[in-house]
């Protein structure tokens, strides 16, 4: 095949997206995470219906902050996991990437066009469950959309584009498959968290180095007024600091962890070889 027949890199990119697409519908991982998706607005849905908690039922933003604040995250995170833990790692595990980069194809287009597609199918996961809170707020309150719950969505979506650049930085990382879900799943479900209130709690410092800190603008920007930077609440003589994640410091955190971890993740697995 000559150069002028290799079809570009938007153009091989875009064929890779594709493929990848139609391997997550056969191997039906997109059937099980959006059923996973649809079960948890489904319990949520039966135990607001049932219990009627006034966090909930008091007005259409408190809705939005109960519901969407508290979950939003979490369907981010599993989505990122199941489209993304294995995607480069995978290649690796399972030799295929071994005949793949022996076609005329670049790796950059082969790791964009995976990350597109784990963003597309992640992306279809999030509208569905969107979909569940509007109409169950639509219930509850009639047409009624605050527009803090737009700019909600719109971190959120900013917070998937963070979390799958992470995710694709370990799966290029390690070529265990298992390890780079894991060590995904242990960082953002636990370790996070945890570093996150340690830093609070003893160092009395704001944990802006962290991704889940960046994350908080999706529930913050849902409460009003919107919470203080800093704030000290006192037990005795013992004084707690705790720290909200500013709009634009939120937004630099994400953003800036996506373009760190996008390129480092694409450096290596331009540099790993397959054998």
């Known amino acids: 095949m000559s150069k002028q027949d290799v079809p570009s890199s938007i153009a091989q990119t ?61 369907i981010v995170i599993l989505s990122s996991i199941f489209f993304g833990g294995d995607a480069i790692s995978g290649e690796f595990q399972n030799k295929t990437g071994y005949f793949t980069v022996g076609n005329p194809i670049r790796r950059s287009s082969i790791y964009m066009g995976k990350w597109l597609a784990a963003f597309i199918a992640s992306f279809m996961i999030i509208v569905v469950f969107v979909a569940m809170t509007v109409l169950n707020n639509f ?6 959309m605050p527009y803090q719950f737009v700019e909600s969505f719109l971190f959120t979506v900013l917070y ?37 209130n340690l830093v609070n709690a003893f160092v009395h410092t704001e ?10 603008i999706i529930g913050n ?27 634009p410091e939120g937004v630099a955190i994400l953003a800036i962890y996506f373009i760190v971890t996008a390129i480092l993740g694409l450096v290596l697995f331009e540099r790993k070889e397959f054998n």
Do not use: C
Request: proline share 4%; no cysteine; aromatic share 20%.
């Open 139 to 144: 219930y509850y309150f009639g047409p009624n």
């Open 207 to 216: 944990p802006w180095f962290l991704i889940t800190y960046g994350a908080g």
């Open 14 to 74: 875009f064929t890779v997206t594709k493929f990848e697409l139609l391997n997550y519908f056969r191997s039906r991982r997109f059937i099980i995470m959006l059923g996973i998706g649809v079960i948890i607005g489904a319990l949520l849905t039966l135990l607001v219906g049932y219990y009627r908690p006034s966090s909930f039922t008091t007005s259409s933003i408190d809705f939005y902050s109960s519901w969407w604040g508290t979950s939003a995250a979490y």
């Open 221 to 247: 920007i849902l409460t009003v007024p919107y919470p203080l930077h800093t704030a000290i609440t006192r037990f005795g003589h013992v004084a707690i600091t705790s720290y909200a994640v500013t709009v």
């Open 160 to 196: 998937l584009i963070s979390v799958l650049g992470l995710t694709f930085f370990f799966s290029s990382l390690f070529k265990s498959s298992s390890i780079a879900i894991l060590t995904t799943v242990v960082l953002m479900l636990f370790a996070f968290s945890l570093i996150q």
